[in-house]
């Protein structure tokens, strides 16, 4: 069991890769936070692991909220008793060509899978810190590398990027390590609705010539999260089947 004895906190883990991530973590001996605006998912998963004989919890919460992330961090250690490991997953998309994106459209995304992510690295850093110890995973995408009808989402994921760096620098002292997972397509709900030709247009392109499973990205997050990675920090693993290779 590679995560023995930890507690990891998984925002967005009510489907998805939060939940794969969730389910695999427990596997491994981790007890797990399960966070997600939709507290019905959250609730879900945690009683999946719950029957596993693991122990997780469910917690509702908003991580564009400041009050809401201090909440869950607050919550996992109240009642998992400490806060090693952190995965930063929730994210939203909301597409449109730049000409016609509202701001409204510009702001939730930005506000989710950016601010939300700051707002819980802030929150997680006092535990961590006080006991010297944490991962801290962040989610970004192969979209942060430019995708046309993204630009509040590609850029989201780019600054989360560039979050991750200044963050790795920044804790390294309190023995933090901070790392970035960024994801290709990866079959959730966010690409259920992707029409049949668009998919195929899209596994043309990538190498693997097929979507990754949310498993194979829970995978990385495991990874990062492990003892096998104490001196990697400030990077950015892409897992999206070689897309980003070559481009
Ligand atoms: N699916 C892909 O192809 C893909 C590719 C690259 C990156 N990603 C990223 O991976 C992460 C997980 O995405 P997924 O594909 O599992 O999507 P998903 O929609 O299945 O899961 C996202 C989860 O985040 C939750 N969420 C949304 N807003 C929230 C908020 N304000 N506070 C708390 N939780 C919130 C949702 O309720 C949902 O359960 C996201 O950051 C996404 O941007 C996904």
């Not at 029957?51 to 400041?66: H, L, N, P, R, S």
């Not at 930005?110 to 802030?122: A, E, H, R, W, Y």
């Not at 989201?156 to 920044?170: I, P």
């Not at 709900?189 to 668009?198: H, L, S, V």
């Amino acid at each position: 069991m590679r995560l023995k004895d930890r507690v990891a906190l998984i925002t967005g883990a009510g489907g998805g890769i939060g939940e794969a991530t969730a389910l695999l973590f427990a596997q491994e001996g981790a007890k797990v936070a399960v966070q997600d605006l939709n507290a019905q998912g959250a609730e879900k998963v945690a009683a999946a692991i719950a029957e596993t004989g693991a122990q997780a919890i469910a917690v509702a919460g908003d991580v564009t909220k400041k009050a809401d992330c201090e909440n869950v961090v607050k919550t996992t250690v109240e009642k998992l008793g400490k806060l090693d490991i952190l995965i930063n997953n929730a994210g939203i998309n909301k597409d449109a060509i730049a000409r016609k994106m509202t701001e409204e459209q510009w702001d939730a995304v930005l506000s989710v899978n950016l601010k939300g992510t700051f707002l819980m690295c802030q929150a997680a850093l006092a535990p961590m810190s006080a006991a010297k110890y944490g991962r801290i995973i962040n989610t970004a995408s192969i979209g942060a590398l430019g995708n046309i009808g993204q630009a509040n989402y590609s850029a989201s994921k780019a600054g989360v990027m560039g979050l991750t760096r200044t963050l790795a620098l920044e804790f390294a002292r309190y023995a933090i390590t901070v790392n970035c997972v960024a994801p290709g397509a990866t079959e959730t709900q966010m690409t259920a609705g992707i029409p049949e030709d668009i998919r195929k247009l899209i596994e043309g392109k990538i190498p693997f010539r097929r979507f990754a499973k949310a498993a194979e990205i829970a995978q990385a997050h495991l990874f990062l999260s492990s003892e096998q990675a104490s001196y990697i920090t400030g990077q950015t693993l892409f897992v999206d089947g070689g897309i980003s290779v070559g481009i």
